[in-house]
């Protein structure tokens, strides 16, 4: 049984967005994300059908209103694809920080398009499935081809869309037509699902034909045969759910292979190539498990936090405990610890280090410390950060020992 959580987030226009995040009762197996069709919202029986599907698989899905639409605010006519894709990363991003970015993407009709586009910008997301997709945003322009002339000539026209009036700007002409879903696809590096009705009055199954051919395998065609564009019978959405489900738990969810730690080692930490991309390895602390990787600049996948800003997590982690132990243990009214770290090199020899390496390292952390607190109360803090754990090791120095291991890691 699926647990429904009404929730909204900031879009890209600036202006609250509504959503809805479906998920099972217990600790979900991953997340997902679903854009709805052009004008739609996202209670469409499409949308929710399908998150409910995931939601029985464990995976929790966030569908919302685009700006404009729905319950969202905002002004439809100050949208376009752009802001769609935008709004798309503003989602991401709430579920990135609030619960986890997703690992799958679903796109319905523009939709589709749209998250074509913005997978390429969600290096979380694993796998890609579009429902009735164009293979070009400017696809949706026939919806409105009598009113084009009007656009055109006074930059906007009241137009009618599934039977209701919205108002349609010349900025919006002129963005979609500067989108090429095609080159996004060829680009994806993701999973593909392409799921299309073959008698789809809206937008053509043409579309599936030149999505599939633009992209690159993995990827799969379904055809949604009867179908019509919105997935109006509940047989049709029904079925294009649990096909995706399915699909989804060997792309996007499926398990990472975990490995099985050698008894006289255990409670250390395991880190061992995936062989899935050049540099992505998987680290797995007892029984939580991460994916460490180096960014696109040089060479990698971006799927996970590169070897050197683990490091500046671990400076961070340890300066908000040793501050949250020392506030408690003298009463300080510490509401909360917040700590910003970057790192970089310098020249040594500007730190007055002469006969070693060339360069250093430099952390620079950054300390917050919300609450009603005197000012001799935060300069002591910022003494006692001086004095955690992690920042002692990494001015102080510390011996590394490594030994060559005989036999293999076994994978459960």
């Given at each position: 049984?699926?647990?429904?959580?009404?929730?909204?987030?900031?879009?890209?226009?600036?202006?609250?967005?509504?959503?809805?995040?479906?998920?099972?009762?217990?600790?979900?197996?991953?997340?997902?994300?679903?854009?709805?069709?052009?004008?739609?919202?996202?209670?469409?029986f499409a949308a929710s059908r399908i998150?409910?599907?995931?939601?029985?698989?464990?995976?929790?899905?966030?569908?919302?209103?685009?700006?404009?639409?729905?319950?969202?605010?905002?002004?439809?006519?100050?949208?376009?694809?752009?802001?769609?894709?935008?709004?798309?990363?503003?989602?991401?991003?709430?579920?990135?920080?609030?619960?986890?970015?997703?690992?799958?993407?679903?796109?319905?009709?523009?939709?589709?398009?749209?998250?074509?586009?913005?997978?390429?910008?969600?290096?979380?997301?694993?796998?890609?499935?579009?429902?009735?997709?164009?293979?070009?945003?400017?696809?949706?322009?026939?919806?409105?081809?009598?009113?084009?002339?009007?656009?055109?000539?006074?930059?906007?026209?009241?137009?009618?869309?599934?039977?209701?009036?919205?108002?349609?700007?010349?900025?919006?002409?002129?963005?979609?037509?500067?989108?090429?879903?095609?080159?996004?696809?060829?680009?994806?590096?993701?999973?593909?699902?392409?799921?299309?009705?073959?008698?789809?009055?809206?937008?053509?199954?043409?579309?599936?034909?030149?999505?599939?051919?633009?992209?690159?395998?993995?990827?799969?065609?379904?055809?949604?045969?009867?179908?019509?564009?919105?997935?109006?019978?509940?047989?049709?959405?029904?079925?294009?759910?649990?096909?995706?489900a399915a699909w989804a738990e060997r792309?996007?969810?499926?398990?990472?292979?975990?490995?099985?730690?050698?008894?006289?080692?255990?409670?250390?930490?395991?880190?061992?190539?995936?062989?899935?991309?050049?540099?992505?390895?998987?680290?797995?602390?007892?029984?939580?498990?991460?994916?460490?990787?180096?960014?696109?600049?040089?060479?990698?996948?971006?799927?996970?936090?590169?070897?050197?800003?683990?490091?500046?997590?671990?400076?961070?982690?340890?300066?908000?405990?040793?501050?949250?132990?020392?506030?408690?243990?003298?009463?300080?009214?510490?509401?909360?610890?917040?700590?910003?770290?970057?790192?970089?090199?310098?020249?040594?020899?500007?730190?007055?280090?002469?006969?070693?390496?060339?360069?250093?390292?430099?952390?620079?952390?950054?300390?917050?410390?919300?609450?009603?607190?005197?000012?001799?109360?935060?300069?002591?803090?910022?003494?006692?950060?001086?004095?955690?754990?992690?920042?002692?090791?990494?001015?102080?120095?510390?011996?590394?020992?490594?030994?060559?291991?005989?036999?293999?890691?076994?994978?459960?």
């Open positions: 049984m699926a647990i429904t959580e009404r929730i909204d987030f900031m879009g890209a226009l600036g202006v609250r967005l509504a959503a809805r995040l479906d998920g099972p009762r217990g600790k979900p197996k991953g997340y997902a994300l679903f854009a709805h069709c052009f004008s739609c919202s996202k209670d469409v998150a409910g599907a995931l939601a029985e698989r464990g995976i929790a899905t966030l569908r919302f209103d685009f700006t404009g639409l729905g319950q969202s605010e905002g002004e439809f006519a100050n949208t376009n694809f752009s802001s769609n894709v935008e709004d798309l990363l503003a989602a991401i991003a709430w579920m990135r920080r609030e619960r986890a970015a997703p690992s799958l993407l679903i796109g319905h009709s523009l939709g589709g398009a749209a998250v074509l586009v913005a997978a390429g910008r969600a290096p979380e997301g694993k796998a890609v499935a579009t429902i009735g997709a164009p293979a070009a945003a400017e696809h949706v322009v026939h919806q409105f081809e009598d009113a084009l002339a009007d656009i055109e000539t006074h930059g906007e026209a009241q137009v009618k869309l599934a039977g209701r009036p919205f108002q349609v700007k010349k900025q919006f002409l002129e963005d979609v037509r500067g989108h090429n879903v095609r080159d996004a696809v060829a680009q994806l590096k993701r999973a593909l699902l392409v799921l299309h009705a073959p008698t789809d009055a809206t937008v053509g199954v043409q579309n599936a034909t030149e999505i599939f051919a633009a992209a690159k395998h993995p990827k799969s065609f379904v055809s949604l045969d009867k179908a019509d564009h919105l997935l109006t019978r509940r047989e049709d959405a029904i079925y294009a759910a649990n096909v995706i792309y996007a969810f499926a398990e990472t292979p975990r490995l099985e730690p050698p008894a006289a080692i255990a409670g250390a930490a395991h880190v061992r190539e995936t062989r899935q991309g050049r540099y992505q390895a998987q680290i797995r602390l007892g029984d939580d498990v991460f994916l460490a990787d180096e960014p696109l600049s040089v060479g990698g996948d971006d799927t996970g936090p590169a070897p050197f800003d683990w490091l500046c997590a671990g400076l961070g982690a340890c300066t908000t405990m040793t501050l949250r132990m020392y506030a408690e243990r003298k009463g300080l009214a510490l509401d909360r610890a917040s700590v910003e770290v970057r790192h970089w090199k310098e020249s040594a020899a500007d730190h007055g280090r002469d006969g070693g390496p060339a360069q250093i390292d430099v952390f620079e952390r950054r300390i917050t410390l919300d609450g009603a607190l005197s000012s001799e109360e935060r300069q002591r803090m910022l003494e006692i950060a001086e004095k955690c754990p992690v920042h002692r090791t990494l001015t102080h120095g510390a011996v590394v020992r490594s030994a060559l291991i005989e036999g293999q890691l076994t994978e459960k």
